[in-house]
């Protein structure tokens, strides 16, 4: 399996511009999960899906952050209009229902710098 | 909500040698403790996790213990090569898909 698959890698924007992140599950998970990483706040969960529907959406920073996930092998995080302190590493993971637990499989990461 | 401490934030060892991360969680409902490595340009990667019901675990040359109790948990990495160089996350769990991260310790290993 390939794993979790994100895109772009890179991606500088200037502020205002609208940004969108991809990113394809590993095949046969039914749970996605972004998440947002800084040397300041770490590791912060954005927003979980559950079969393809949000389930927390709590961690979402403010409105001017959506994700979509229209099929189980598709989901997006779009930022729009974008700010500098947006800039972070976005990472998304996805698992499977194995007992109560979730074991985590993330991506490689995008790395988001809004100038 | 979980906290989740961990310490030291950086570590160097030389190569061969035994490196030990410590963390603390504030909630006594934490039931799942996993541990992460994320290398440069990369996400982080599951390496090894233990239940509440479990003290110890092992999987070649690292371990995790759990101190109920106490509320820490703690890995262990022996005999550590170069390829052991990253930072490694703890992170805790009631069970569901809430993951509090600790803030990272970066280990290197000096040949």
């Known amino acids: 399996d390939a794993g979790v698959i994100q895109s772009p890698r890179h991606e500088v924007t200037e502020m205002g511009q609208e940004v969108t992140l991809r990113c394809k599950p590993i095949?046969?998970?039914?749970?996605l999960f972004w998440y947002r990483q800084t040397m300041m706040r770490g590791l912060e969960l954005l927003i979980y899906?559950?079969?393809?529907?949000?389930?927390?959406d709590s961690g979402m920073p403010e409105d001017r952050f959506s994700a979509k996930m229209p099929n189980a092998s598709f989901s997006t995080l779009k930022i729009q209009p974008s700010e500098p302190r947006d800039s972070a590493v976005y990472f998304c993971?996805?698992?499977?229902?194995?007992?109560?637990?979730?074991?985590?499989?993330f991506g490689s990461g995008t790395q988001l710098s809004v100038l | 909500g979980e906290n989740v401490e961990q310490h030291p934030s950086t570590l160097s060892v030389q190569e061969g040698d035994s490196a030990v991360i410590k963390c603390t969680y504030s909630?006594?409902?934490?039931?799942?403790f996993p541990w992460y490595k994320q290398e440069l340009g990369k996400g982080p990667q599951l390496i090894i996790d233990?239940?509440?019901?479990?003290g110890e675990k092992k999987d070649q040359r690292i371990a995790v213990t759990l101190n109920k109790t106490a509320k820490h948990f703690s890995l262990h990495i022996t005999e550590t090569q170069p390829e052991d160089s990253a930072v490694y996350f703890c992170?805790?769990?009631?069970?569901?898909?809430?993951?509090?991260f600790g803030a990272g310790t970066t280990v290197t290993v000096r040949a």
């Open positions: 992170a805790a769990s009631r069970g569901d898909y809430k993951l509090s």
């Open positions: 095949s046969g998970h039914n749970s």
């Open positions: 233990i239940r509440s019901n479990v």
């Open positions: 993971a996805s698992s499977l229902p194995t007992g109560s637990q979730k074991k985590l499989f």
């Open positions: 909630d006594s409902a934490s039931n799942y």
């Open positions: 899906f559950n079969n393809n529907v949000p389930i927390d």
